[in-house]
């Protein structure tokens, strides 16, 4: 998928310009019920990602979620196929039913981005975790 020809269905009010994500009911802002369908860019930037170890039953580990701006201000939660992405990433973004995706590419190569002599952790964003047994 390339994000830049795909496009995600989001919604506008038309008496408070608010935008959110389609849904049955009336504005989240005002209550209003002039809703119009709107189609923006399938891309966004990633704020916060994670990475689960231990999933709920019946999803695969680890498992990865963002939380993914898209146009206008519009957040969704979406799960994460590929490598955790860093904060700030943009990735690719598709709504699989119920469900929102993101595609996240490879990362670099261990030791790409940093100097001669400097410490693997330096800079990094994602911690890992491993709880107690």
Do not use: K, N
């Not at 990602?49 to 957040?75: D, F, K, S």
């Not at 994460?80 to 996240?104: H, N």
């Amino acid at each position: 998928m390339s994000g830049a020809d795909e496009t995600i269905t989001i919604s506008r009010c038309g008496s408070c310009q608010a935008h959110f994500l389609p849904s049955d009911g009336p504005c989240p802002r005002c209550g209003s019920t002039d809703i119009r369908a709107v189609e923006v860019p399938a891309l966004g930037q990633v704020l916060v990602a994670t990475e689960l170890a231990y999933p709920a039953a019946g999803w695969t580990a680890p498992h990865v979620l963002a939380l993914i701006e898209i146009a206008e201000g519009v957040r969704v939660l979406a799960i994460v196929e590929g490598p955790t992405p860093a904060r700030e990433t943009v990735v690719s973004v598709r709504r699989d039913g119920p469900v929102y995706r993101a595609r996240s590419e490879p990362a670099a190569p261990p030791g790409a981005e940093r100097g001669e002599g400097e410490s693997p952790r330096a800079g990094a964003t994602d911690r890992s975790f491993e709880p107690p047994r």
